[in-house]
């Protein structure tokens, strides 16, 4: 595991399973935990790849980067998907539980954001920060208002994952001779063209601790009479996604809401309305063949969705503040670190003591509902 300087790593025993954390080595245990920030990952990464924005957080906040069950060196136990994401964040509450943390601000980059809005759900929290969050309604298989388009959520899921690429994890390949090679994939679909990093190998280093074990990533798949032939299974990490398990537009109707920082980019090939991960889209594309046309296989329209249930929430009494950051990709903590730490800085309440003069809300553009 390579870790870059002031960054260690240790496994943290709980009740569920042993976790893998990592910690800058001069934070101290005793932060309050209004100063203490838990950066969450997303599919396909680990927390290696919050690094660089944990090195860049001011040094009297308490930073903790923990890795999901199957990915970095966390235990890859099986993934029961019927529970949503709901394995992966009763592991973060018990390893938290193990840290003396009773509560946190909680960063969620990717598929990582519905862990913690599932986290929301079921303890508190002092802050949410959602990166390139996977919809309220899950990745894939719905219409706007989160509908499902088929009862056994057809073309969601574990079947969904190219073969190659499963392989190319499993045998930690590190080239680009293939556009299914995780570095390509990296920079195909994590991050916008243009960007380059001397970090690069690291983030692939990163996408390769990926668990392919049964039970872990991507996950199973069974046969559907609907298009594109394939449904949703009951284990592994892609099904922890379909909207049969995933929910978490509750969060709505919490007592008690946190204030909400959602940061995206408008490059975003991943996380967005029209999805180049999202089969129905590549189907109206004509990537995959017997599209059967927008009536019965439209693209989900994930960043609406995100839109409208953070309206919702604001409307029912919450705070939200969006960072849309134009020409950016999947990775906003990479692609524009001093944007994406003003802002979360700035919902932590951090911004505005003596150790952090920079400007409150320098390049936050609010929603156009605010």
Same mark, same amino acid.
């Given at each position: 595991?390579?870790?870059?300087?002031?960054?260690?790593?240790?496994?943290?025993?709980?009740?569920?399973?042993?976790?893998?954390?990592?910690?800058?080595?001069?934070?101290?245990?005793?932060?309050?935990?209004?100063?203490?920030?838990?950066?969450?990952?997303?599919?396909?990464?680990?927390?290696?790849?919050?690094?660089?924005?944990?090195?860049?957080?001011?040094?009297?906040?308490?930073?903790?980067?923990?890795?999901?069950?199957?990915?970095?060196?966390?235990? +890859?136990?099986?993934?029961?998907?019927?529970?949503?994401?709901?394995?992966? +964040?009763?592991?973060? %509450?018990?390893?938290?539980?193990?840290?003396?943390?009773?509560?946190?601000?909680?960063?969620?980059? !990717?598929?990582?954001?519905?862990?913690?809005?599932?986290?929301?759900?079921? %303890?508190?929290?002092?802050?949410?920060?959602?990166?390139?969050?996977?919809?309220?309604?899950?990745?894939?298989?719905?219409?706007?208002?989160?509908?499902? =388009?088929?009862?056994?959520?057809?073309?969601?899921?574990?079947?969904?994952?190219?073969?190659?690429?499963?392989?190319?994890?499993?045998?930690?390949?590190?080239?680009?001779?293939?556009?299914?090679?995780?570095?390509?994939?990296?920079?195909?679909?994590?991050?916008?063209?243009?960007?380059?990093?001397?970090?690069?190998?690291?983030?692939?280093? !990163?996408?390769?601790?990926? @668990?392919?074990?049964?039970?872990?990533?991507?996950?199973?798949?069974?046969?559907?009479?609907?298009?594109?032939?394939?449904?949703?299974?009951?284990?592994?990490?892609?099904?922890?996604?379909?909207?049969?398990?995933?929910?978490? !537009?509750?969060?709505?109707?919490? $007592?008690?809401?946190?204030?909400?920082?959602?940061?995206?980019?408008?490059?975003?090939?991943?996380? @967005?309305?029209?999805?180049?991960?999202?089969?129905?889209?590549?189907?109206?594309?004509?990537?995959?063949?017997?599209?059967?046309?927008?009536?019965?296989?439209?693209?989900?329209?994930?960043?609406?969705?995100?839109?409208?249930?953070?309206? $919702?929430?604001?409307?029912?009494?919450?705070?939200?503040?969006?960072?849309? =950051?134009?020409?950016?990709? %999947?990775?906003?903590?990479?692609?524009?670190?001093?944007?994406?730490?003003?802002?979360?800085?700035?919902?932590?309440?951090?911004?505005?003591?003596?150790?952090?003069?920079?400007?409150?809300?320098?390049?936050?553009?609010?929603?156009?509902?605010?």
């Amino acid at each position: 595991m390579t870790l870059l300087d002031g960054i260690g790593a240790r496994l943290i025993t709980t009740d569920r399973l042993t976790v893998n954390i990592l910690e800058r080595t001069g934070d101290d245990p005793a932060t309050a935990p209004d100063q203490t920030v838990v950066l969450i990952h997303g599919n396909v990464s680990s927390s290696l790849f919050w690094q660089e924005i944990m090195q860049d957080l001011p040094h009297d906040l308490r930073v903790i980067a923990i890795d999901l069950r199957g990915f970095g060196g966390t235990e +890859s136990l099986p993934i029961d998907a019927t529970r949503g994401v709901r394995d992966f +964040s009763d592991d973060i %509450h018990a390893t938290l539980v193990a840290l003396e943390i009773p509560t946190a601000h909680l960063v969620g980059w !990717s598929m990582g954001g519905g862990v913690v809005m599932q986290y929301a759900l079921d %303890h508190p929290v002092l802050s949410l920060t959602l990166q390139a969050p996977v919809s309220p309604y899950g990745f894939g298989g719905t219409r706007r208002d989160g509908s499902r =388009l088929t009862d056994d959520d057809a073309g969601c899921g574990g079947g969904g994952a190219n073969p190659d690429f499963v392989q190319r994890l499993t045998d930690r390949d590190t080239t680009d001779e293939a556009q299914t090679s995780p570095r390509s994939v990296f920079r195909s679909g994590y991050v916008a063209a243009g960007y380059t990093s001397d970090n690069e190998d690291l983030w692939v280093e !990163s996408m390769n601790t990926t @668990s392919t074990a049964e039970g872990n990533y991507p996950g199973d798949g069974v046969p559907s009479e609907n298009w594109p032939g394939f449904a949703a299974g009951t284990t592994g990490v892609l099904n922890t996604m379909v909207p049969r398990y995933f929910d978490t !537009s509750g969060i709505v109707a919490l $007592a008690d809401k946190p204030p909400v920082l959602w940061v995206h980019g408008t490059a975003d090939a991943i996380v @967005s309305d029209a999805s180049f991960f999202d089969l129905n889209q590549l189907g109206a594309l004509g990537v995959i063949p017997g599209w059967p046309g927008d009536e019965v296989a439209p693209a989900q329209p994930m960043v609406s969705q995100t839109r409208d249930v953070l309206d $919702a929430y604001r409307a029912a009494g919450g705070e939200v503040t969006e960072l849309t =950051l134009e020409g950016v990709g %999947h990775s906003p903590h990479l692609e524009r670190p001093a944007e994406f730490r003003r802002a979360l800085l700035a919902v932590i309440g951090y911004i505005g003591r003596p150790a952090d003069p920079a400007p409150p809300t320098e390049a936050i553009i609010l929603s156009s509902s605010d």
